[in-house]
């Protein structure tokens, strides 16, 4: 039983446009969550975080949106650009430092 | 200057044997990771040591065996390989076991058993 999907395994986007990239959640309880962004051949790395204690967090081009009484996530990149086409996945805290991952977004930035 | 490396980057075997993959980190962290991704692209954490302490241990049969000779190296050796182990393992490392430090992953492990 999947604790966290993300719906969408593919997304294109014109660049300079607004990338949406989702995910939903099982439990309410879950308080950490986190986007990594993954290029072939490498490891994933941490993008953004946000703290269930807040709804929005920004970083630059990267917005991360909460919704918990949807429990849902979304993670927002505008302007849209080449280097940003990689696998997205989000994650969530169930406890101390035990990560569980979405199964990821393939985002796809067209020139 | 690489953070977390891992070796080999593609391994590929035949069902019975039995490999470790190596896992070294130069970022002085405490606390280090292995995770699966299989083949339907999932990302699920199997081990967890913090300063060669065992802290977490998901659900992995037990032909999976971490081993951490001190807190820089987690190394993974996996007995009687089956093809279901066919997956890329990554590496990770954190500063410490504290929940909202940010993991650091290694470029991952590509296992292929035939």
């Known amino acids: 039983d999947q604790q966290v999907k993300q719906n969408s395994p593919s997304l294109s986007v014109q660049e300079g446009r607004i990338s949406i990239l989702n995910c939903d959640y099982t439990n309410s309880m879950f308080d950490y969550f986190l986007w990594y962004k993954k290029y072939p051949a490498e490891g994933p790395t941490f993008l953004i975080s946000i703290s269930s204690i807040k709804d929005k967090n920004e970083d630059g081009r990267f917005t991360v949106f909460l919704n918990k009484s949807a429990k849902h996530l979304s993670l927002h990149i505008v302007p849209s650009q080449p280097g940003d086409s990689a696998v997205y996945f989000c994650?969530?805290?169930?406890?101390?430092?035990?990560?569980?991952f979405g199964q990821g977004t393939r985002l796809t930035i067209n020139p | 200057d690489t953070a977390v490396s891992q070796t080999p980057k593609y391994l590929v075997t035949q069902m019975g044997n039995d490999k470790s993959i190596k896992c070294e980190q130069n970022?002085?962290?405490?606390?280090m990771y292995w995770y699966k991704q299989d083949s339907k692209k999932f990302l699920k954490i199997m081990f967890s040591y913090n300063n060669k302490e065992l802290i977490i241990n998901e659900t992995v049969p037990n032909r999976f065996s971490p081993k951490s000779p001190d807190k820089a190296h987690l190394n993974l050796h996996i007995n009687s390989l089956e093809l279901g182990d066919s997956a890329v393992y990554f590496c990770a490392s954190s500063p410490t076991a504290t929940s909202t430090d940010t993991q650091y992953f290694g470029p991952g492990t590509r296992l292929t058993v035939l």
């Open positions: 970022l002085g962290h405490d606390t």
């Open positions: 994650a969530i805290r169930i406890r101390a430092q035990k990560l569980v």
